[in-house]
Each structure stands twice: as C-alpha cells, then as structure tokens.
C-alpha cells in the first residue's frame, strides 16, 4: 500500500475502523482453521492407531500387539502374507467383512481371568425345562444351565463351547442339539424328537470362554506353530528349508504363490540351490510352549476340555409315537439350504430331515449308481476315507497302485467292466503330511478348472482340518477361490454334481486343543456353510453326524459313520 492509501485511511476514520474490524475477522478466521487442522491431523494419527497391523509370524510381544490395535480390513492381514490386494472384488471385500463379524466370539469382560473365576462344569449343572410334560415325536423341548466357576459363584457373561445330543442307547439313535448363548452365563439347548422311547441328554463343556481367548490368542499370533518344509534337489546337492504360509523376511525366501489362483506360499531359499530345485512338500512338526501364565489350566482333559457336564434331576424324557410326526420327504438334490437339525440317526442308520436316504448297503447297489461315472474326491485325510471306504467295499472298484503312500496320495480305483473311475487329491498347501511332491498337491479351485464336467461327473471335496491353525482369512479366500471355480464348472456344465463335507469333530487332549480344536473347526464350518449357501451344490453334514453318533470323538471317525456319510453322499448321486 502507497503513502496516499494510508494517509487516506487516517483521513477517514470509519474506513479505518471497517478495515480493522475486518483484518481482525481474517485473522481470528484463520487461528480456528489452524486449530481445526491441528485436531483433525491429531484425530487422523490417533485413526491410524486403528489402522496399523503387523505379519503373522514373529509378531511382537502380546503387550505390544495389545497397544497397536488392527485393521479392521480383513484383507490387510491377508496382503501382509503375499496375497495381491487387487485380486479381491468389492464383493469378495464385502462378504469377508460380513464373515468375521459373523463368527465374531464373546469376550470374557477383562483380559485376564484367574482360573478360579473360570468355568466350573463340575459346578454347573443342566436341567430339563418342562420334563413333567408328555412329549411326542415331533415335539421340541429345551435344556438350560447356569455356569458357575470354581469358587461357586455364577459366571455373568457368556462364551463357553458347548456341544450337545440326546440319545438312546438301545435304539441306537442320536441328533445333535442347538446350543445358544444368552451370553450372562444362562445357556439354552434346543432339541428335536425324532423317535419314541426314553431320550437322554448328555451335554459337554468342549471349553471355557476363558480358554477360548486363549485359542483366539494363538490363532492370531502364533500361526507358524505347525511348520512345514521342502526339500530342494539337484543331482547329488540336497538341501532342506523351512516354509509357511506367511514367512518373516528375516532372510531371503522362494516365492511358490499359484499363478491362477493367487494362493501364496513361501519357503526360505536355500543357500546353495535356486528355488527351481524344489521336489515335495512335508509337514514338519509343532511348535511347543504356547502357553503363558495360568492358561495351562484351561487346557486339562478331565476338568474342562470336554468334560461331560452333568444333570440337576432328571436326565431323559419319554417321548410317545405321534400319528402326525412323520412327513413324506422328497429325493436327494443339490441347492437346499442346510438344516439344524441336519438328520437323526436311528438303528446306526443316519435319516435326514431334508431328503430321502438311501441305504447302499451292497457293493452291487453302489456299483449300479456308479455305473458310467467318474468321480472326484479332493481334500483332506476325512474325505479321503470315502476313498478308502469305496475301494475296500466294493470289490470291483480296483485300486491301482501309483507308488504313492496311502496317506499322501494321489490315488486311482478303476471298474473298466462298470467304466467307473475314482480319483482322490489331496488338497494344496497348506496341508500337514506326509513328504509328497508338490505336483500331487493341486489346489481344489486349480483341479475343478481341470475337469470338463457333465452328468456322469461327481465331485466331492472337503477343506477345513488343516487351516486351524491359521487366522480365518486365509480360509476364506480358499473358499472364494474354489467357489469361483464351481460357478465357472456349473456354468459350462449344469449338470456336474458337486457335493461338500463338511467338518467332524474330534478327540481334544490337552496337545490337540492347541492345535485342532472343536471350536477352531466349528468356526471355519460356519464359514464354508455360510460361502456356499444358495449354490447348486449338496451338502454331507458330517459336522451333526458325528456329534449326534454315540461313539466316541476322532479325527477320522469309524466305519459305520463313514458308511452313513457314504449313503448321504451316494443319494444324491443317484436318489429314490
């Protein structure tokens, strides 16, 4: 501004007084806009607090993990493990989102419970609501129990695991419970009467809340605590390095991520041979010591890892026959939604509540819905029991033999008179086996792509068991990936057949729990039902059928379980 400008300013003093009071309103403007600015800068730091995660293996401290809260964005965990963040639709970002929230568990109110204040099955009895009522086939009734903890006093909040059936021994009969939490310690079982006589309950304590975040800890953090290997060849120079999943970047590493399905694994690069040189792919061992403080106690067999919990009163109700209970159910077909109850068994013969089973109680019954048809079985070593079931069976189903081990695989079973053909893959990694080479591990999604398909197609596939002990994002881009290849299949040819299994549960001694539980099983079995609802695909509800059975829990349940799987799978390849 010139001397003239200012002099006239002083020559008129209520222009000067306006031009004041407006440089004082641009400045106070602009000291609200800075302190504005510096808030929302604040606010945006303290956001991505929220926002910050860390990879999966060599993590920090727990304390450390606890002052760095995660992202809620599920993919992040998976982009930190070499998944490609552009390969996810908004869709598939979506759905991910809806499928942690949906399996999210109850907390205990505080971090750290002493064990005194923990679940006490001993303490907790179950009661029959109503057990003075006449019941009927076809009725429903209620069970509930109040957990206590170990001083007696009643727990306020929810979490436990808990697994339930009625039963009746002399008939053989058995079905599965519906368990809900009302989560302040009062817990509901429901049932279904699918047959008359003297119906017990038994109900167990599979683990305390407690215990859960002590599992949710580990799945979080320690995810290498099952480890894997490759042996790398070339001529006489051998040499064999650790892999995962997701490996720290301590030191140089191979990357063998499947170029169609974007599926990551990594191994350490051996120091002598390039990563080309890689021959096979072997389970190595378990990592020891995951425990910290008092969560040891969590873990005990007979205290409360499914303890058997027991009753206040009464522990059965007798159910009369009803003219009204039975319903006329119509033939095995894919697309149904799953129900719970899924089924019953009754004389060790498992009848569903959605269809018709048929009994394939002969090799020459099997062979006739066999007949013309080639037959898939990819998976895990519970799916690969209906191989072994089959070819041992029917004994003109040949099996082959490859030179490749039982466990591992692949396996062959021809019926050239019949022109049937069976094949069992293992699934990719990672899969805890024997050494096997990496060409005989192929990716389900891979595998589907590969076959032309049509009506004399059956595919059966299970994936779950060896995914437990990783978080569950990776599971759930398994499944997006083998679900894309079933839509491609289905697509090209409608008239494949596709059936899943889902998971079993299983024996849980202290070890196992650490690595297998229940509770890691039944989380993913959500998952994969939840994925494939409103497909075109059957279901094998192995899940009810093994807890419903009256033999005990295993990994790899017996025969007569695996028959009945058989003939639940088998009616939808050829139903009444």
Known sequence: MDGKSTSSLFRYPTSFCVY????????????????????????????????????????????????????????????????????????????????????????????????????????SPFVILNSAKTFYVGDQFQVMLQMYDFDGHPKRYGGDYLQARIHTPALKAGSAGTVIDNQNGFYYINFNLSWPGKVEVSVLLVHPSEGIQVLKRLREERPERVYFKSTFKSGAVSETTVCNLCLSQSQPFCNFTDVRTGEPWFCYKPKELPCSARINHI?????????????????????????????????????????????????????????SPAGFYYQDKWMSTSCNIRRFDTPVVITDCLRGKNVYILGDSTIRQWFEYLTEFVSGLRKFDL?????????????????????????????????????????????????????????????????????????????QNIRRSILRLLERSPDTLVVIKTANVQALPRDVSLYNSDWYSYQLDLVMRKMFEGINVAFVDAWEMTIAHYLPHELHPKSIIIKNEIEVFLSYVCPL
């Not at 998976?78 to 989102?97: A, D, I, K, M, W």
């Not at 039975?326 to 894919?334: A, F, H």
């Not at 060896?466 to 978080?471: A, G, I, V, Y």
């Open 20 to 123: 004041a009071l407006l440089t004082l309103m641009v400045l106070l403007i602009l000291i609200l806009n800075i302190a504005q600015i510096k808030n929302h800068n604040a606010s945006i730091d303290e956001s991505n607090q929220n926002w910050r995660i860390y990879p999966l293996p060599k993590l920090n401290s727990r304390e450390k993990q606890q002052m760095q809260p995660k992202r809620d964005l599920w993919t992040e965990r998976l982009v930190q493990c070499g998944y490609q963040n552009h390969s996810f639709t908004p869709e598939e970002r979506s759905e991910g989102t809806f499928l942690m929230k949906m399996i999210e568990w109850p907390k205990p109110p505080n971090s750290a419970v002493p064990f005194q204040k923990s679940s006490n099955p001993a303490y």
């Open 283 to 339: 389970m190595a061992g378990y990592e020891q010591n995951l425990l910290e403080g008092e969560e040891g106690h969590y873990f005990q067999s007979q205290v409360n890892v499914k303890k058997p919990i027991l009753p206040s009163g009464l522990a059965h109700v007798t159910v009369k026959p009803s003219p009204h209970a039975g319903k006329d159910l119509r033939e095995c077909v894919p697309g149904k939604s799953l129900l």
């Open 403 to 479: 030179g490749n081990l039982r466990k591992a695989g692949p396996h062959l079973a021809l019926d050239i008179d019949n022109k049937i053909k069976m094949e069992y893959y293992a699934h990719g990694t990672p899969i805890r086996i024997l050494p096997v080479s990496n060409q005989d591990l192929p990716f389900i999604a891979n595998k589907l792509d590969e076959i032309k398909g049509g009506k004399n197609t059956v595919i059966a596939f299970t994936i779950w068991c060896h995914f437990n002990t990783f978080p569950v994002e990776p599971y759930i881009r398994r499944l």
